[in-house]
């Protein structure tokens, strides 16, 4: 006999916990718990501060990857909960899994995803809530997919008027790509900057990268200035 599944954390639960700078983990995979962070010292990348190497650059450019939001999210975190070389155990649960589907079909959480042929080769996933996003974790099954889903998430969020971009723990990895590591004081600063509606959402500036694809689609052989991948590198340009 199967033990009951442990119930989801509610929608208002987490991002009550997210705004106050709280966010819940798991030991493992399968465990029915969570226990709530606050780390001393947190990771950030600032808006302006993302770092794209000439390869990431070139890579986007010429829309390697098809980049969507919001149409795998399922997906997304289920990949993000595998198992990897460097933790064979994951701390995304199977009631933090359940629990971040059902605030994403709320609105409150979204993904990038990056495709290839029809198969999802990377992406990354977290939480929005007034001007902030809070990425929980990414994933990658081909070189650079999520570091262009992560250059993406960073040009969308400058269009759409969000000021916070937070990455919970510091790692190597972040590090290279602009994060900056923050005391948890500073975090709550902020956090408290970034409340309030942003100019647009995720998915809107999202749908509008994606008509451009669709215009630049219907001349493949003379790919249109306005691509995707170009408006994304553009941007970078633009303002660095």
């Known amino acids: ?13 987490l991002l009550r916990a997210y705004r106050a700078g709280v966010f819940p983990m798991a030991d493992h995979r399968s465990d029915p718990e969570v226990y709530w962070v606050e780390p001393r010292e947190r990771a950030v990348i600032p808006l302006d501060g993302f770092r794209m190497t000439k390869s990431l650059r070139k890579t986007i ?8 939001c919001d149409q795998a999210f399922a997906e997304v975190i289920a990949a993000c909960a595998e198992p990897r070389e460097e933790h064979a155990e994951s701390w995304i649960s ?14 409150y959480a979204h993904s990038i995803e990056c495709w290839d042929d029809g198969e999802l080769a990377g992406g990354l996933y ?49 590090a ?47 790919p249109s200035p306005s691509s995707p991948g170009k408006l994304i590198a553009q941007s970078f340009t633009q303002t660095s």
Request: with cysteine.
């Open 1 to 13: 006999m199967h033990a009951p599944a442990s119930p989801v954390i509610p929608v208002e639960l």
């Open 126 to 174: 977290g939480v929005a809530f007034d001007r902030v996003f809070c990425g929980e974790s990414m994933f990658s099954r081909q070189a650079d997919a999520s570091k262009v889903a992560l250059a993406w998430l960073v040009a969308v969020m400058r269009e759409a008027g969000y000021r916070l971009l937070d990455c919970q723990f510091m790692t190597t990895h972040l």
């Open 94 to 107: 199977h009631r933090i899994e359940a629990s971040y589907n059902a605030l994403a079909d709320a609105g």
């Open 61 to 68: 450019r010429r829309d390697r990857f098809r980049i969507t």
């Open 176 to 222: 290279s790509m602009g994060a900056v590591a923050l005391p948890q004081a500073s975090y709550l600063d902020l956090l408290s900057q970034a409340m309030g509606r942003p100019l647009q959402t995720i998915p809107a500036v999202m749908a509008r990268y994606s008509e451009a694809a669709v215009s630049s689609a219907s001349a493949p052989a003379s």
